[in-house]
């Protein structure tokens, strides 16, 4: 190694890998909280209905909920 590669080098990179993930999967919940609360008032405005609205809302949000778990234990 040359004398800059060395230091280029011996930066660590698991925490900054660390807060990646956790910014990414961050992000990606609020994007599935947005598209839900989207997707309900969609749906409230075609269907007129609020107990179909609120059921496909509550479905959507347990997908998100069981995505979320993944995502982190594919990040653990």
Same mark, same amino acid.
Not at 24 to 36: E, F, G, M, R, Y
């Given at each position: 190694?040359?004398?800059?590669?060395?230091?280029?080098?011996?930066?660590?990179?698991?925490?900054?890998?660390?807060? &990646?993930?956790?910014?990414?999967?961050?992000?990606? $919940? *609020?994007? +599935?909280?947005?598209? @839900?609360?989207?997707?309900?008032?969609? &749906?409230?405005?075609?269907?007129?209905?609020?107990? $179909? *609205?609120? +059921?496909?809302?509550? @479905?959507?949000?347990?997908?998100?909920?069981?995505?979320?778990?993944?995502?982190?234990?594919?990040?653990?």
């Amino acid at each position: 190694f040359k004398p800059w590669e060395r230091v280029i080098s011996d930066i660590r990179l698991v925490p900054k890998m660390v807060m &990646l993930m956790v910014f990414s999967t961050v992000l990606i $919940v *609020a994007k +599935q909280l947005w598209d @839900a609360n989207t997707f309900y008032d969609s &749906l409230l405005a075609a269907t007129q209905n609020a107990q $179909v *609205a609120q +059921q496909h809302y509550e @479905a959507y949000l347990t997908q998100v909920v069981w995505q979320t778990a993944l995502l982190i234990v594919v990040f653990v």
